[in-house]
Nanobody, 119 residues
C-alpha cells in the first residue's frame, strides 16, 4: 500500500512564499512522474507542475518563474516551492505520483492542502 502525505499549506499575504511537501511511503518499485495539481472553487483542476523520473520539469504558464518543483535525493518526496504568491493561486493543492507499487503502475493522490493568498 502506498500513501502520500502532504504538508505545508496555509494562509499567506500576496508576495509571500510557501513550500509544499508530499512524502510517499509504502511498497514503491519506481516512480515515473511527480505532479502538483490545484483546484480552486468553481474551477477545474489544473496541472501546476510536473517532474519526470529523468528530472525534466514543466509548469503551467500562470506559475512559470514563480513556482519550482523538486524532489529529495531518495526521490520519494516531492516539493513545490511557491514564491511571489498571488490571490489567484489560492486553491487546494494535490500531489500526484505515477508509480509502480504492489498493484502495478497507477496514480496515487495526496489528501490535498489548502493554500490561501489574501491580504
Amino acid at each position: 500500500q502506498v500513501q502520500l502525505v502532504e504538508s505545508g499549506g496555509g494562509l499567506v499575504q500576496p508576495g509571500e512564499s510557501l513550500r509544499l511537501s508530499c512524502a510517499a511511503s509504502g511498497s514503491i518499485n519506481s516512480i515515473y512522474g511527480m505532479y502538483w495539481y490545484r483546484r480552486a472553487p468553481e474551477k477545474r483542476r489544473e496541472l501546476v507542475a510536473a517532474l519526470t523520473s529523468e528530472g525534466r520539469t514543466n509548469y503551467a504558464t500562470s506559475v512559470k518563474g514563480r513556482f519550482t518543483i523538486s524532489r529529495d535525493n531518495a526521490k520519494t518526496t516531492v516539493y513545490l516551492q511557491m514564491n511571489s504568491l498571488k490571490p489567484e493561486d489560492s486553491a487546494v493543492y494535490y500531489c500526484n505520483l505515477d508509480l509502480v507499487g504492489l498493484d502495478g503502475r497507477r496514480d496515487y493522490w495526496g489528501q490535498g492542502t489548502q493554500v490561501t493568498v489574501s491580504s
